[in-house]
């Protein structure tokens, strides 16, 4: 039985009026309480993580504590019951879930990525969404769209499948892309809110790793979709559309940086939850076939936990990076040009890179006990080695854009997550 610690929810924030803002220091009260409840997770999620990676999927214990928490209404409008919080406080959070369990750490930021896209949508289809549950949540699938689209009277007919669609068992509303909009000089890639009633679920996530993410595929057959419930996504991608007028203006964040955030929090909180599990052990494991009496006496373990330590070091640091551009940016109202955002997709690459080697270093210093099935440490590999192949890091893709950035060529031409 998994024992989630009970964490205290909000009472009487649902439906805030705009006009009660919050104060600097409430606002630091609120993420300060925002982390400890993430905090308060860990070791639940660390119990619950060998069920999700064998179900692939998260439990509906799992699912409850994260909607208890308000971890999974970071990104919901402060109106609706949400927080408004800023992108630093999407990595931390979940960087911290991750140290129970990547996979619920993936889904609670998709989930929370979905809400964002949705909070851009005018308020009506806001009210749609979260006037009847503060705690509805819209499952994000950015895969290059291959959608058939219909052009009707009052918007689009879709048929199409959206595969790699994490979180979509634990959400209400699905938000995809397809390749056109409602009208006939619209055709550019929009994005769609469907209710998840509307389509079916495929169990196609049949992978070795982030296997409790769920990430199956949608279908959809012949969905009308009205044209209040799309958008233009360049726009979006860009950072150049105007949501709520949010406290922490997080509704002006270029949404490329905000997501890759959100993603890159799994893997740095999986590393290091490895690192301290291998730290933890190293004063009575024995190093086989040596005369150390353990392996914390041993110089290449040593050098083994500094060159982790420090590419642990390297991965903060650069995801503090992108969450720190995407937010003065948000805050001063701009839009990050495109060598700002292409350098952004890099970094988020360099991160995935880091923590991949950083796993693979701890790995070989604790031995090949490590791979045992009853070891997290080959859960937590198999996690990073898996996630940090998602589309928006991995296939070099990254270095062309930015490359192509930085030579004054346009980066989109390579790819659409600019």
Known sequence: ????????????????????VPSKSQLEAERTSLLERAAALRGALQESAEEADRERHLSETTIAALRESGLLRLFTPRRFGGFEATPS????????LAQGCSSASWVTSVLNAGNYVAAMFPESVQAELWQRDANACAALVIVAPKAKVERVADGVVISGEWPYASGCLHSEWIAALIPSGPASDEPATHVVLMPKGDVRIKDTWHVTGMRGTGSNTV????????????????????GQLRGPAGVNHLYRSSFSGL?????????????EYALRFVLDGSGSRRVASSTFASQAQSPAFQTDMAEAGM????AKLHAARIAQVVEEHALAETTPDEITRSRARMEGAHVTRACRLGIDRLMTAYGSSAFAESNPLQRIWRDINVGSRHAGFGMG??????????????????????
Do not use: K, W
Request: hydrophobic residues 45%; charged residues 20%; glycine residues 6%.
């Open 311 to 314: 590419l642990l070091d390297d």
């Open 89 to 96: 406080t999407l990595l931390d959070t979940c960087a911290l």
């Open 397 to 418: 893709v990254p270095q062309l854009v930015y490359g192509r950035a930085l030579v004054g060529l346009d980066p989109r031409e390579i790819s659409y997550l600019v």
């Open 219 to 238: 279908i959809a057959d012949r969905v009308l979709v009205p044209t209040r419930r799309t958008m233009p996504y360049a726009p979006l991608v860009r």
């Open 1 to 20: 039985m998994n024992s989630f610690t009970s964490v205290p929810a909000e009472q009487g924030r649902r439906h805030q009026s705009v006009t009660d």
């Open 259 to 271: 997501l890759s955030v959100g993603l890159l929090a799994p893997h740095i909180g999986a590393l």
